[in-house]
């Protein structure tokens, strides 16, 4: 017999699990709608990958794992996706999440899948992909990803693989029918585990209130590595860290993890999941759930498929509901209540308690503390419960931090067998929700003080190197004025200019003494200026023309009005100087300049209509690559002369857009030269 430990406190509740094992697992069945959210585990949600009116096959994914610590989600049967919203889920204040409703074909059509034949034949790594991708958490607790736990460093060395079927909840059978039923799927899933990560040694731990369960894992691991350890029963015997220590006498340090004194465990549910999906390639779709309480008129457990409203497993067991009647997904010790019987299965759903009230009373109100100091006997995690109240009640965080908070497993000992009946899980369970909000927004805020600092720096950086770049300018200007005078030249310093400039300005400007020119001149200056501004609209025209843009009608409008205003201009300068000159003959009308751009840009596009496919890649490469070399030059020279920032980031712009036009124009041309 292999020695056993014992952990601090504990108690002994009544167990009343003799009411649902009378009778083998049966089968739900299939309701006509599965409502399954996106997060049935500690981490991130799921994202769904399937669309409203989408038909779905049983084992088909439906969302995907959406980062490292996230399992992916299935179809637990087929059927149409009807919605995808947010739905009432098993919580006590009655939150909704998001989740993926399923309206059922009765047909039961399985998606195709395939399991290993030789597991051992996949490396860790392939078996580690197809338990995350089978969508595997853990049953028995949390929920935290089975894949994500079992992916250890290299470093690491892990002694001993627990496999927890201890089950210590009162009323709760669901592992110990597992245990009794399919055994075989229990060792070969611990097996798998086992080849994956190499341990030691290999312990199923089950309580000695089990003795069916016990001989059927017994009578299955032999001549297997596997041993099924016996010990005493006590309450909460199942938590993870006084299983650790029951089986190995080791003690998971305070904030710690189980590897961290080379342990990993599992839950039974979790090593029969497992097999399924290696062995078997299904998914994790459905789990075995007990139903019990004196409000129903069978206990019993069940196989269900994840997402079936409770309400419809409840009538499967003859529930009749009462209005006084709750419902408490879990067992009595912790347990929750649900607000709403039509909330889903999820994958830790282990327990439907339906008590009456004589069964299950209400806690008597709660009365004063006596500091009688049973609290601090019960824990089985060696806490002090009684000061811990004390911070909670005066949110004195930081103390319930030093008082080690977080090592709470919430077992519910300290309440049961309080003599005042106080609610002593339910003050913890707010003070940590309290603790990690204030966490969480202290981190938000640290976030956002390291970006509003690394703008300060950034504006800083740029401030000092526009300084720097003018310092240099002025010192250059200096080392050539220096030259010159070094060679006999006069030099006039150019600042100095500058200001005498911007002062002769200012005083013409106030003496009124502005120079005129004559109306001759600035008539010319018009159409010269004119003339310039419709030679750059008829570039930009043909080479929209050449490009079969869009912007050829718009363009058009633009060299039409610019030409119109060139005509006015030169009909100006022309009556001016026929008013000069009355014996001049009148000026001959500028040519027509829109029309032969126009000619112009279509006899481009018909040159361009007559190349083959790979020219006009060619050709237009070419254009794109000359286009991208004249923005970088255009925004060198005003990063030179220091634009305004935002001519440098229109440029910028400009250049990244033609960058990408060249390289899909790059590609397009090497696709049509290796075919």
Same mark, same amino acid.
């Given at each position: 017999?292999?020695k056993?430990?014992?952990?601090?406190?504990?108690?002994?509740?009544?167990?009343?699990?003799?009411?649902?094992?009378?009778?083998?697992?049966?089968?739900?069945g299939?309701?006509? *709608?599965?409502?399954?959210?996106?997060?049935?585990?500690?981490?991130?949600?799921?994202?769904?990958?399937?669309?409203?009116?989408?038909?779905?096959?049983?084992?088909?994914?439906?969302? *995907?794992?959406?980062?490292?610590?996230?399992?992916?989600?299935?179809?637990?049967?087929?059927g149409?996706?009807v !919605?995808?919203?947010?739905?009432?889920?098993?919580?006590?204040?009655?939150?909704?999440?998001?989740?993926?409703?399923?309206?059922?074909?009765?047909r039961?059509?399985?998606?195709?899948?395939?399991?290993?034949?030789?597991?051992?034949?996949?490396?860790?790594?392939?078996?580690?992909?197809?338990?995350?991708n089978?969508?595997?958490?853990?049953?028995?607790?949390?929920?935290?990803?089975?894949?994500?736990?079992?992916?250890?460093?290299?470093?690491?060395?892990?002694?001993?693989?627990?496999?927890?079927?201890?089950?210590?909840?009162?009323y709760i059978?669901?592992?110990?029918?597992?245990?009794?039923?399919?055994?075989?799927?229990?060792?070969?899933?611990?097996?798998?585990?086992?080849?994956?990560?190499?341990? !030691?040694?290999?312990?199923?731990?089950?309580?000695?209130?089990k003795?069916?369960?016990?001989?059927?894992?017994?009578?299955?691991?032999?001549?297997?590595?596997?041993?099924?350890?016996?010990?005493?029963?006590?309450?909460?015997?199942?938590?993870?860290?006084?299983?650790?220590?029951?089986?190995?006498?080791?003690?998971?340090p305070?904030?710690?993890?189980?590897?961290?004194?080379?342990?990993?465990?599992?839950?039974v549910?979790?090593?029969?999941?497992?097999?399924?999906?290696?062995?078997?390639?299904?998914?994790?779709?459905?789990?075995?759930?007990?139903?019990?309480?004196?409000?129903?008129?069978?206990?019993?457990?069940?196989? %269900? =498929?994840?997402?079936?409203?409770?309400?419809?497993?409840?009538?499967?067991?003859?529930?009749?509901?009462?209005?006084?009647?709750?419902?408490?997904?879990?067992?009595p010790?912790?347990?929750?209540?649900?607000?709403?019987?039509r909330?889903?299965?999820?994958?830790?759903?282990?327990?439907?308690?339906?008590?009456?009230?004589? *069964?299950?009373?209400?806690?008597?109100?709660?009365?004063?503390c006596?500091?009688?100091g049973?609290?601090?006997?019960?824990c089985?995690?060696?806490?002090?419960?009684?000061?811990?109240?004390?911070?909670?009640?005066?949110?004195?965080?930081?103390? =319930?931090?030093?008082?080690?908070?977080?090592?709470?497993?919430?077992?519910?000992?300290?309440?049961?067998?309080?003599?005042?009946?106080?609610?002593?899980?339910?003050?913890?369970?707010?003070?940590?929700?309290?603790?990690?909000?204030?966490?969480?927004?202290?981190?938000?805020?640290e976030?956002?003080?390291?970006?509003?600092?690394?703008?300060?720096?950034?504006?800083? /950086?740029?401030?000092?190197?526009?300084?720097?770049?003018?310092?240099?300018?002025?010192?250059a200007?200096?080392?050539?004025?220096?030259?010159?005078?070094?060679?006999?030249?006069? %030099?006039?310093?150019?600042?100095?200019?500058?200001?005498?400039?911007?002062?002769?300005?200012?005083?013409?400007?106030?003496?009124?003494?502005?120079?005129?020119?004559?109306?001759?001149e600035?008539?010319?200056k018009? %159409?010269?200026?004119?003339?310039?501004?419709?030679?750059?609209?008829?570039a930009?025209?043909?080479?929209?023309?050449?490009?079969?843009s869009?912007?050829?009608?718009?363009?058009?409008?633009?060299?039409?009005?610019?030409?119109?205003?060139?005509?006015?201009?030169?009909?100006?300068?022309?009556?001016y =100087?026929? !008013?000069?000159?009355?014996?001049?003959?009148?000026?001959?009308?500028?040519?027509?300049?829109?029309?032969a751009?126009?000619?112009?840009?279509?006899?481009? /596009? !018909?040159?361009?209509?007559?190349?083959?496919?790979q020219?006009?890649?060619?050709?237009?490469?070419?254009?794109?690559?000359?286009?991208?070399?004249?923005?970088?030059?255009?925004?060198?020279?005003?990063?030179?002369?220091?634009?305004?920032?935002?001519?440098?980031?229109?440029?910028?712009?400009?250049?990244? /857009?033609?960058?990408?036009?060249?390289r899909?124009?790059?590609?397009?041309?090497?696709?049509?030269?290796?075919?």
């Open positions: 017999m292999r056993v430990f014992d952990f601090h406190g504990g108690i002994h509740p009544l167990e009343n699990k003799h009411q649902s094992v009378s009778l083998p697992i049966a089968d739900a299939v309701p006509d *709608e599965l409502v399954l959210p996106l997060s049935q585990h500690i981490g991130a949600a799921a994202k769904p990958v399937v669309a409203v009116g989408e038909r779905v096959l049983k084992g088909q994914m439906i969302a *995907e794992a959406n980062g490292f610590v996230s399992v992916p989600v299935h179809a637990s049967s087929s149409t996706v !919605a995808i919203e947010e739905r009432p889920i098993a919580h006590p204040s009655g939150h909704r999440a998001p989740c993926i409703v399923i309206a059922t074909d009765g039961d059509e399985w998606v195709a899948h395939r399991g290993a034949e030789d597991y051992q034949a996949l490396d860790k790594a392939g078996l580690l992909e197809r338990i995350r089978a969508g595997i958490a853990g049953m028995g607790g949390a929920g935290f990803p089975a894949a994500v736990k079992l992916s250890i460093r290299p470093d690491s060395q892990v002694q001993t693989l627990i496999i927890n079927g201890t089950e210590c909840e009162p059978t669901a592992d110990d029918m597992l245990m009794r039923e399919r055994a075989d799927r229990v060792i070969q899933g611990t097996l798998i585990l086992r080849h994956l990560i190499e341990p !030691a040694e290999t312990l199923i731990g089950v309580e000695d209130n003795p069916e369960a016990l001989a059927a894992l017994r009578a299955a691991a032999v001549d297997t590595a596997v041993e099924i350890v016996e010990f005493p029963t006590k309450y909460p015997s199942g938590g993870e860290k006084q299983l650790i220590e029951i089986l190995t006498g080791k003690q998971v305070s904030g710690g993890l189980p590897l961290d004194v080379g342990v990993i465990c599992q839950n549910g979790s090593a029969a999941a497992i097999f399924d999906a290696i062995v078997r390639g299904r998914p994790l779709i459905s789990r075995i759930t007990t139903v019990t309480g004196a409000g129903v008129q069978q206990a019993q457990n069940f196989e %269900v =498929l994840l997402g079936t409203p409770m309400n419809y497993l409840l009538a499967r067991a003859g529930y009749q509901p009462d209005a006084r009647q709750r419902v408490i997904m879990g067992g010790m912790m347990g929750i209540t649900v607000p709403d019987t909330v889903p299965i999820v994958k830790t759903s282990n327990c439907l308690l339906a008590p009456s009230e004589a *069964e299950l009373p209400l806690p008597d109100p709660a009365q004063a006596i500091r009688c049973m609290c601090a006997e019960a089985p995690v060696s806490l002090l419960p009684q000061q811990m109240f004390w911070f909670a009640q005066g949110k004195e965080f930081e103390k =319930l931090e030093q008082h080690n908070l977080f090592d709470c497993i919430e077992c519910g000992a300290c309440s049961w067998v309080c003599p005042s009946s106080i609610p002593l899980v339910q003050y913890y369970r707010a003070s940590k929700a309290e603790i990690i909000h204030l966490r969480q927004e202290n981190e938000k805020a976030h956002s003080r390291i970006r509003f600092e690394a703008r300060q720096q950034r504006l800083a /950086r740029e401030e000092a190197d526009k300084e720097a770049r003018r310092a240099a300018r002025k010192q200007a200096e080392d050539r004025a220096q030259a010159a005078a070094a060679g006999g030249e006069a %030099v006039e310093d150019p600042i100095q200019a500058a200001i005498e400039r911007a002062r002769t300005r200012k005083a013409a400007q106030q003496l009124g003494a502005t120079s005129q020119v004559n109306e001759q600035k008539l010319e018009t %159409v010269a200026t004119t003339r310039q501004r419709l030679g750059t609209a008829n930009k025209l043909e080479q929209a023309v050449a490009d079969n869009d912007l050829v009608a718009a363009l058009q409008t633009g060299v039409d009005k610019t030409r119109a205003k060139l005509e006015a201009a030169e009909r100006a300068l022309q009556d =100087l026929q !008013a000069r000159q009355p014996a001049t003959s009148a000026a001959e009308p500028a040519p027509d300049a829109a029309q751009a126009i000619a112009r840009a279509m006899a481009a /596009r !018909a040159q361009q209509a007559d190349l083959d496919p020219d006009k890649a060619r050709k237009q490469l070419i254009s794109l690559q000359q286009r991208l070399e004249k923005t970088r030059s255009k925004l060198a020279e005003c990063r030179e002369q220091e634009e305004q920032e935002k001519v440098i980031e229109a440029l910028e712009s400009t250049v990244s /857009r033609l960058d990408e036009k060249v899909e124009a790059q590609q397009q041309l090497d696709s049509m030269e290796t075919s």
